[in-house]
């Protein structure tokens, strides 16, 4: 399974960005995607998954202003992320999970700053 992420960038406190994070290869044995994030300093952090089923999970820090979302006809998981703030500013990384493995992607910057 390979994955690749994009739509990081700057943006202001505030601001939104959507993520995407598109898998190919081996899709069909994919049951959950999902986001981590690691900021300078700090051990990755998961934010949110989402079943092929549909059930999603979020960690506290990121309830009702990120949204995660999953296209499983374009094989793609999204990460819509509202009112951003300073201290979201991390590299973020879409993960595939596959029986007992995971699979990342190479990581996406978002940078949140005035």
């Known amino acids: 399974v390979q994955l690749q992420a994009s739509g990081g960038g700057l943006v202001q406190p505030g601001g939104s960005l959507t993520l995407s994070c598109a898998a190919s290869?081996?899709?069909?044995?994919?049951?959950?995607m999902g986001w981590y994030r690691q900021a300078p300093g700090k051990q990755r952090e998961l934010l949110a998954g989402i079943s092929r089923g549909g059930g999603i999970r979020y960690v506290d820090s990121v309830k009702g202003r990120f949204t995660v979302s999953r296209d499983n006809a374009k094989n793609t998981v999204y990460l819509q992320m509202n009112g951003l703030k300073p201290e979201d500013t991390a590299v973020y990384y879409c993960?595939?999970?596959?029986?007992?493995?995971?699979?990342w992607g190479q990581g996406t910057l978002v940078t949140v700053s005035s």
């Open positions: 290869g081996s899709i069909q044995s994919i049951d959950v």
């Open positions: 993960v595939a999970g596959i029986g007992a493995n995971n699979y």
